[in-house]
């Protein structure tokens, strides 16, 4: 049963021939919004069906929950690409598609006879989106990297996060890939959406490192180094410049505790009790609070660990001040603000069971979004794709399956 | 080469302002979009007053980061107070496709330009709204600054040392994230407008949009009920060791080593040169070395210390090993890799200094982006009032000497 999705991105045909993170959860942005896409899997499955988490720690390819967040509402297949019916097959499925995602280095593409000058040659309309850690060109597009690597390569650790001189730091999840991923959706859904205007299809080289030395770390620090020959380094502490704007702990977690402006910081005086510490001199603007930080935090401290982070969220707000609490994981999944917008979606696997997962990035009122289908299994959909989209045979599916092309 | 753009033709009109509403539009300009920001000189966007300022000289106009994060808007300035600038701004948006921004829920409404509003102006209007935390919903006045705003997610809560408080990022991720993300909303939009002929207002919460990110760790609550804390650069799912940072020979260097499957640990031996130090034995399979990836890093981290972070990341890469320098700010500019992608590119700013921003972070096979430096304010008055809106020389000139464009 071929599916006729009515979302924003209805009509557009994706064939997502990635792993793990980065090229998986851009082809689901295009998957959540309607457009249809087809997962192709080497006969070994994405590696990330190898990863947890699985439930009670048991490994097994369809119960990945890293799998599964980043390939739902897609079909999937499989298809041996490095055999000879199996790239044939693959060329026939790139006819059909109007976008390629992949992740692979350039290396493996090539060796597959599959980079962009074939593939153009099969459909000159097709725009591939290559999202690698480092890029299609430069010294280091042949370099091995995961995300971590891609992420250390762009002055984010080194810049923002960890304690002076200490292991710097990237933020707990696959913050390279992630980032190279929305870059690439947006810069391939342009290159669909003026396909006609430019005059056809293109490759959009992405690479993750390149994405977040830019656009992060470059926009804020790149023009005054270049200029002046000086730059900054982490610090360990939310902002140096300015007090109090930091995390510190409380009775049941953490806070952001940021009160810069005169009005924020009135407002949290006033929450904590207008303590007499808090009149003193120094402490009354932001710069000089700065340069005290290590007294005015151990004061803040006293005060926040006699209070939950919900308290003090609710308090401090209410006071006009940006303080929040640091959502653990859990708490995030249970926000009573996210479950009334309906960001979590009950959804159905033939393995995991029922599953609550995370709803569309954003809201399109007039073509909503968002996860609907589970993840395929590997190679659920084979024969509706092939036989019943690309029109093969009974005994033709039968062939490539003995010859493990599928 | 056919030079033009995929989104040449498209209008947009950008009331967003310090960081991730001007990426929106600058993500859209660099896609070939006509963007222009309202901003007015009666209330001046707090970047343009960033330092460090180009020749050392403070002015709005000559913020090295603000040149950066703004490039590829366009401006006009228009004090929205009067009434007269207000309609300008509603003439505008007649002849747009696209109107951004990033205030608190209810303020466009409150300036007159709320949906329903732009829909009389312009049918088909394409309001992009990318509040904090929704439009909608009991937490959607909740005050964040974009460094803080991950703290909503559950994001902040997995940064930091192993075992550890989490460490605050100390800039804010989210900003260029969301408006990159959001430029993918906007198209998607724009994409169903094709599609259907309507238009709609989006509800981009930056606080939905970012949580994707914590999809991975998300899933090991959904499926076994525990929320993850902070692990050093460990693997986001424990499933590859090493995977960490170490230190190298110098001050505050540092390499990122991963290993990610069995091939690789023995390309990793032999990069080491089979050492007797690194017990073999204990670290054969994945799970062992999981099992101790403490020993392991520990191990590890003495041997990277002798030797230059740069050419011990060129030598395990001559063995296959997915390794990289660990970069700080400095070090971006003169990087072969971002030398060779021109992801940093030197400018001439109209004023008559030249300046470093970034460039386009993403290549496309077809069509260069020519980048420029952020506008100085009101730097697209002539072109908007006087060929856009057809204004009379002379009451463009009463309205500028009023201040209405001011």
């Known amino acids: ?406 | 080469m056919n030079k033009t753009l995929p989104l040449k033709g498209v209008r947009v009109v950008n009331f967003g302002w310090v960081w991730a509403g001007p990426v929106v539009g600058q993500t859209l300009g660099f896609l070939g979009a006509e963007v222009f920001k309202i901003e007015s000189r009666a209330r001046v966007d707090m970047t343009r007053n960033l330092p460090p300022f180009a020749e050392g000289k403070p002015s709005p106009d000559r913020s090295l980061s603000n040149h950066a994060c703004w490039a590829g808007n366009g401006s006009i300035s228009l004090n929205l107070k009067e009434p007269e600038a207000l309609q300008l701004a509603k003439d505008l948006i007649a002849r747009s496709d696209v109107v951004v921004e990033n205030f608190g829920p209810g303020v466009m409404e409150r300036l007159g330009l709320g949906y329903e509003e732009l829909r009389g102006i312009k049918d088909d209007i394409i309001l992009f709204s990318m509040p904090g935390a929704g439009l909608y919903g009991p937490m959607k006045d909740l005050r964040t600054y974009g460094l803080s705003l991950t703290s909503t997610t559950g994001l902040d809560s997995l940064v930091g040392y192993k075992g550890g408080d989490p460490i605050p990022v100390e800039n804010a991720f989210s900003d260029p994230y969301a408006g990159i993300l959001g430029a993918f909303a906007v198209l998607s939009a724009l994409n169903h407008r094709r599609n259907t002929g309507q238009g709609q207002h989006i509800d981009f919460s930056q606080q939905e949009a970012v949580m994707q990110m914590v999809g991975p760790a998300y899933m090991d609550y959904v499926l076994n009920g525990r929320s993850g804390g902070p692990k050093s650069n460990e693997h986001p799912l424990a499933a590859m060791a090493p995977h960490g940072v170490f230190r190298c020979k110098g001050d505050d260097r540092w390499i990122s080593i991963v290993v990610g499957s069995d091939e690789e640990w023995h390309s990793l031996l032999a990069a080491l040169k089979h050492p007797e130090w690194l017990k073999v034995s204990e670290f054969a399979t994945r799970e062992q070395r999981l099992a101790h990836i403490d020993t392991l890093h520990a191990l590890l981290g003495e041997w990277t210390v002798q030797f230059d972070d740069r050419e011990l990341a060129a030598l395990l890469q001559s063995h296959g090993v997915a390794a990289t320098p660990v970069l700080n700010v400095g070090d971006l500019l003169g990087d072969p890799h971002y030398v060779a992608r021109r992801t940093f590119i030197e400018v001439e700013h109209p004023l008559g200094f030249k300046e470093t921003i970034y460039g386009s972070y993403v290549k496309l096979g077809r069509g260069e982006v020519e980048v420029r430096p952020g506008p100085m304010i009101g730097q697209d008055n002539d072109y908007v009032f006087r060929e856009l809106l057809g204004l009379s020389e002379e009451r463009y000139r009463q309205l500028i000497e009023r201040q209405v464009i001011y």
């Open chain 1, 1 to 406: 049963m071929e599916t006729r999705p009515t979302g924003a991105l209805s009509g557009i045909r994706v064939l997502d021939f990635g792993q793990m993170v980065s090229a998986p959860y851009c082809a689901k942005l295009f998957a959540d919004y309607g457009a249809d896409v087809i997962k192709v899997e080497l006969p070994t499955g994405d590696v990330a069906r190898t990863m947890g988490p699985f439930p009670g720690d048991v490994a097994h390819p369809e119960k990945s929950g890293l799998y599964f967040i980043n390939n739902t509402n897609k079909r999937g297949v499989t298809c041996n690409v490095a055999s000879e019916a199996g790239r044939a097959l693959f060329l026939r499925l790139l006819e059909w598609a109007d976008v390629l995602v992949e992740n692979n280095l350039p290396g493996r593409m090539k060796s597959w006879q599959l980079d962009y000058a074939d593939i153009q040659a099969v459909n000159p309309r097709l725009v591939m989106i290559s999202i690698t850690p480092f890029g299609q060109s430069g010294p280091y597009s042949a370099w091995n990297g995961y995300d971590l690597n891609a992420y250390h390569l762009t002055g984010a650790s080194s810049r923002y996060c960890g304690r002076p001189g200490e292991m710097p730091l990237e933020h707990g999840t696959f913050s390279a890939d992630y980032f190279g991923a929305i870059s690439a959706a947006t810069w391939g859904m342009a290159a669909v959406y003026g396909r006609d205007m430019v005059g056809g299809g293109q490759q959009v080289d992405v690479s993750c490192a390149e994405a977040i030395a830019a656009a992060f770390i470059g926009g804020q620090n790149i023009g005054g180094y270049a200029q002046d020959g000086r730059f900054d380094k982490r610090t360990g502490v939310g902002m140096p410049q300015g007090a109090p704007a930091t995390i510190l702990p409380c009775k049941d977690g953490h806070v952001w505790m940021l009160a810069l402006e005169p009005g924020q910081w009135n407002g949290l005086r006033q929450v904590m009790g207008n303590p007499d510490w808090a009149d003193l001199d120094i402490f009354q603007n932001m710069k000089t609070r700065a340069e005290n930080a290590d007294v005015i935090y151990s004061f803040i401290v006293e005060w926040t660990m006699q209070h939950t982070k919900m308290e003090i969220q609710e308090k401090c707000q209410a006071a006009g001040c940006p303080i929040t609490a640091v959502y653990t994981v859990a708490e995030a999944a249970e926000q009573p603000h996210l479950k009334a917008r309906g960001y979590f979606v009950d959804m159905e696997h033939p393995e995991l069971g029922r599953i609550r997962n995370l709803g569309a990035p954003f809201k399109l009122p007039a073509s909503p979004g968002g996860p609907a289908r589970g993840a395929p299994l590997l190679g659920q959909h084979n024969s509706e794709v092939y036989g019943g989209m690309l029109g093969l045979d009974a005994a033709k599916l039968m062939a490539l399956r003995a010859a493990g092309a599928i």
